[in-house]
Structure formats: C-alpha cells, structure tokens
C-alpha cells in the first residue's frame, strides 16, 4: 500500500499489538480471476519455528474456500479506528483528509489438517470468551455440535510482510491541540478513539 514515509509506523511489537487487538480483517485474494475478500477473525500467532502467522478458517461453503491453496500468497487487511478531519481546524487554509490506522499483511497459506483447525477453534473461543460472563469451553461440547467444523477450511498465513500506516496529523504538529480538542467535542467512539491515537 502506498505510505508517506511520516506516517509508516515501522515498530514491529506495536502493529502486532495494533493487529491483536483489531483482529477481525479482512482475507483478499483471487477466485477464479476476480478479486475476493472475506470478513474474518484473522488470529496473530506464533509457529513451532517462532514466526509470526496469522490463523482462522473459512467455511466450505465460500467459494474463496476452494482456492486456498498451500503456498499461494494472500492479502490481510487490518483497520483501526478513522475519522475525517475538518481543515476548518487549521490554523492555515488546507484541503481536508482522514485520520486512520491500516495494516497491510502479506504472506503464503498453508491449508491445516481438521485436527489443526478444531485446536485454532479452541484458541479463538477461549481468548473471545473472556469477554463473557458464563464463557463456553468447546471442550464440553458434543461430538456432534463440534461436526461443524468438517464444514470449514482452516489455514495459516506465514507473514513475509508487514506494511502500517498510521496517519495521524503527524505533518500538522501545529494543529495538534485543535484537532484532537474538536474529536472530542464531537463525542463519537469514533472522533474520541482517533482522538486519544493522536494523544499517543
């Protein structure tokens, strides 16, 4: 993706921490020529080689299933929070632009056996569940519920690439202040999240 070299963000720990926490993205590649997209829990991991990977499944029913192939490479794109920003804002006249995180992860697939996906199941359930407040463990499920996923396709994506835009008003330090004092006066989870990025 193209990225102004002021608003690369090239701390390693930080975007993996940024995908982490922004986990649901979206997986592109090519099915039968046209470009494909599906919305989807992609899971930072780490292999038996200490590499980074990224992990999820599909189900057999997407057509996208049917072209994950070992070895072909793929797109992952990751979003944070975004905004448009007024020039109004500015001290000077300017043209107005939008605030935004994105992450871009290249990489090559690996299709997992069914033993491999139903274990990467149990690491999504257990790390979402926390959230809840009588968690489930598919563990204790039945043989039968957990049949279900004979109807998935799960892979991994071994990273060869990471590309962060992270543009936050870096080129208008002047404005700072004002910018982020307007964010917060529009009081949406979205212009207080961008807000509290420029903070940072």
Same mark, same amino acid.
């Given at each position: ?141 039945? @043989?039968? /519920? ?5 109807? $998935?396709?799960?892979? %991994?994506? #071994?990273?060869? *690439?990471?590309? +962060?835009?992270?543009?936050? @008003?870096? /080129? ?5 202040? $004002?910018?982020?004092? %307007?964010? #917060?006066?529009? *009081?949406?989870? +979205? ?10």
């Amino acid at each position: 993706m193209y990225i102004p070299h002021y608003y690369q963000n090239e701390n390693i720990e930080e975007v993996k921490a940024f995908i982490q926490a922004n986990s649901f993205g979206i997986l592109i590649d090519q099915v039968e020529g046209k470009p494909w997209g599906t919305h989807i829990p992609l899971e930072l991991e780490t292999d038996k080689d200490g590499e980074a990977i990224l992990v999820s499944h599909l189900a057999k029913a997407n057509p996208q299933a049917k072209a994950l192939v070992d070895g072909k490479e793929v797109l992952c794109i990751f979003n944070g929070p975004h905004h448009y920003i007024s020039s109004s804002w500015y001290k000077e006249e300017e043209v107005p632009t939008w605030n935004y995180i994105a992450v871009h992860v290249y990489g090559n697939l690996k299709v997992l056996s069914e033993e491999e996906t139903m274990a990467s199941m149990h690491r999504l359930v257990a790390k979402y569940e926390q959230m809840a407040k009588n968690p489930i463990d598919l563990s204790k499920f039945s @043989s039968k /519920t957990l049949r279900q996923v004979k109807g $998935t396709v799960g892979f %991994e994506v #071994k990273i060869t *690439d990471i590309q +962060a835009a992270y543009k936050m @008003s870096q /080129t208008r330090s002047e404005d700072h202040a $004002t910018i982020m004092s %307007e964010l #917060k006066e529009l *009081d949406t989870a +979205a212009s207080k999240a961008v807000a509290d990025k420029m903070k940072k």
